[in-house]
């Protein structure tokens, strides 16, 4: 049974609050006593006096916070000795395990992972049920590890998934960025990872599976939580990525091919084969036409698929909205537009590759299964019978007038040459001339002792029963133990025949091999240059034709500027005429001088009013300079 075990007891985001406290006190020249630690947590971040004596007894334990005794220098007590609370000094004992819940992100009593650092509360697990049965107690990360993809492609991809998380998240490509904060970010954080590591490792194919790149995610959010909060920016962001994660790495599952190729982007890349095959279909959407589509994946009742032509949408369909390849035009209903054309022809570029690539396999997988076949027919046709070779020896073998032979290489063997071969060749070959009588034995200096030689493999036909194949030395006459080996004259002369025929052969192979090589690489010289020039000569015209497009655009533009210049003219001289003829009115009029109104009634020199009511509430203002009034006194 597994037991769990205490780890650490205090709250992160309590631990830091409570640094702060300690930290802020000291800088006022006091003792960080409890009652002032308190009556901070109380004042700024409204934590309860259980909660704060609690964490700070749980920071003791864990060796967070020291505690120590300090006399005091001034006020009532002066000269008195207080426990005062401490940030340590040493830096943290570091074991095996992580110190809080990779689920809730607390200190407590946790299970260790017999395989990784990470811990699990018992009652944060799904499985606590078999928590009895189990020896060893393993996460669910630990016990993916194993990977359909290859390690390089598979480090590949996950480098795609850091560079669209690094583009994201910004604040995530390093977590620690202040120096004066790292001391804290040691104390709390056991395993450091952010994405710059996570791009790192996927360069060096560090990565064996998908679940250990989802796992370092996870090791990322966790940190940010117990180093920001479970409620701050930092945290949210930190979710954010690990859905992005998620996304991307069921992308990559549901097919790597497409994942890769859809970030590579090569010439045609929807157009590439994926591996497994994606099924064809037609696939409606509400509001638009049937629209060739590949099949990504099944959910439920519909279809997750992705959208030939245009910008290879994605959505999910239902499956009444979908329908084979083979359906007729007629029942689509599809208007033959040029989106459509684009996409059908992407359509057919795609079978067309798909159909290459399968015949490539399926070529391959032939070859391998004929390689097999030979290997098992093998001992069958180097099988030997040495009593029909003797009796081949002595006798002229009668060749049949026609047989289709099977063009077999000679392979080389570790043995030493037999005449049973020579004699199988010459009776395959056939007989021009016959064999000399019994005893006939050729001079010295004709047959000189001939060194050891490798045997030679050799199948012949079955359609004749007198025609052997063999690889085994045997005794016969005419062969010399003694490793001497003196042959009859037919044998030498149809070696040296089969000799010369064969080098000619191959000489005249040569020639036509070389002759047509040089014939197919003219020709093809001559077609490179020859599309060279044609493309070149397109590329020019489509340029200048674009060119000639450009200018006469211009052109228009500058005469559309120009006669919006002269409206423009026109119409501020019409305005600016306007506006002198109003303003020469205007001063050809008197206005009241308290509504500014046209005025009726004048009263001194340059005082007029359009009422009554007007000069009467004017007049408290206006009577100190009247002149009027003046000139009436005088």
């Known amino acids: ?123 944060c697990l799904r499985e606590t049920e078999n928590l009895e049965q189990m020896v060893l107690f393993s996460c669910s990360i630990c016990k993916n590890s194993k990977s359909p993809i290859k390690q390089t492609m598979l480090n590949k991809l996950l480098g795609f998934v850091t560079m669209r998380l690094k583009e994201k998240a910004h604040d995530l490509h390093k977590v620690c960025n202040k120096e004066e904060d790292a001391w804290r970010f040691k104390m709390l954080i056991f395993m450091p990872v952010d994405l710059n590591t996570m791009e790192q490792k996927a360069r060096q194919n560090v990565y064996q599976t998908l679940e250990a790149f989802r796992g370092d995610a996870r090791v990322l959010q966790h940190n940010v939580i117990i180093f920001f909060g479970a409620y ?17 790495l069921n992308e990559i599952e549901t097919c790597k091919d497409c994942y890769n190729m859809s970030n590579t982007k090569p010439p045609n890349w ?51 909205n979908v ?28 079978q067309k590759k798909q159909k290459l690539h399968t015949s490539d396999s399926e070529d391959t997988g032939d070859l391998a299964a004929s390689c097999e076949e030979e290997q098992k027919l093998a001992p069958l046709r180097l099988s030997v019978d040495v009593n029909r070779v003797e009796d ?35 009776s395959k070959r056939g007989r021009k001339k016959k064999a000399p009588p019994e005893g006939a034995v050729e001079d010295d200096h004709q047959a000189p002792a001939k060194k050891h030689k490798k045997t030679k493999k050799v199948w012949l036909p079955e359609e004749s029963s007198n025609m052997v194949s063999s690889s085994v030395e045997t005794a016969y006459p005419g062969h010399d133990p003694s490793g001497s080996n003196v042959s009859t004259p037919v044998f030498k002369k149809n070696r040296q025949a089969h000799n010369s025929t064969e080098g000619v052969a191959v000489s005249c192979c040569d020639a036509r091999c070389r002759e047509l090589e040089e014939r197919l690489e003219a020709e093809f010289s001559a077609l490179q240059s020859k599309a060279l020039g044609e493309q070149k000569e ?20 500058k005469r559309e ?38 005025a009726m009634y004048h009263c001194c020199w340059n005082t007029s009013y359009c009422s009554i009511q007007c000069q009467q509430e004017h007049w408290k203002e206006h009577k100190r300079t009247c002149r009027r009034k003046q000139v009436s006194k005088q």
């Open 392 to 426: 081949v020896a002595l006798a002229e073998v009668p060749t049949p007038k026609r047989i289709k032979r099977r063009p077999q290489k000679f392979e080389p063997d570790e043995e030493e040459p037999s005449s049973s071969h020579a004699i199988a060749r010459a």
């Open 232 to 248: 701050s920016a930092m945290a949210s962001l930190a979710q954010q990525m690990i859905s992005d994660c998620n996304y991307d």
């Open 270 to 320: 929807f157009c590439q084969p994926c591996f497994p095959a994606h099924d064809i279909v037609y696939a409606k959407q509400k509001g638009f036409p049937f629209w060739p589509a590949k099949v990504l994946r099944m959910v439920d009742n519909s279809y997750d698929v992705r959208f030939f032509g245009g910008f290879h949408q994605r959505a999910m369909v239902d499956a009444c």
């Open 1 to 123: 049974m597994v037991l769990p075990v205490l780890r650490r007891e205090s709250a992160p985001i309590t631990i830091l609050r409570l640094w702060e406290a300690i930290t802020v006190i000291r800088a006022q020249k006091q003792i960080p006593s409890q009652t002032r630690i308190i009556n901070f947590m109380a004042r700024k971040h409204h934590t309860a006096l259980a909660e704060v004596e609690s964490q700070l007894r749980f920071g003791v334990k864990d060796g967070l916070i020291s505690l120590k005794k300090s006399t005091g220098c001034k006020g009532a007590k002066a000269g008195l000795e207080q426990e005062s609370f401490r940030i340590p000094d040493d830096d943290v004992e570091r074991d095996t395990h992580d110190w809080y819940c990779f689920q809730c992100h607390d200190g407590g009593e946790v299970l260790e992972c017999s395989t990784c650092f990470r811990v699990f509360h018992p009652s």
């Open 323 to 350: 329908k084979p390849l083979n359906t007729p035009p007629s029942e689509l209903l599809v208007k033959q537009s040029a989106g459509f054309k684009k996409a059908m022809n992407e359509l057919q570029t795609f």
């Open 538 to 557: 397109q590329l020019l015209k489509e340029k200048k034709e674009e060119r000639v497009e450009q200018e006469a655009s211009l052109e228009v533009l």
């Open 561 to 598: 500027i120009e006669g919006l210049r002269e409206t423009h003219d026109t119409e501020m001289k019409a305005m600016q005429k306007k506006h002198e003829e109003a303003l020469s009115d205007a001063k050809k009029k008197q206005w009241c001088n308290n509504c500014e109104s046209e």
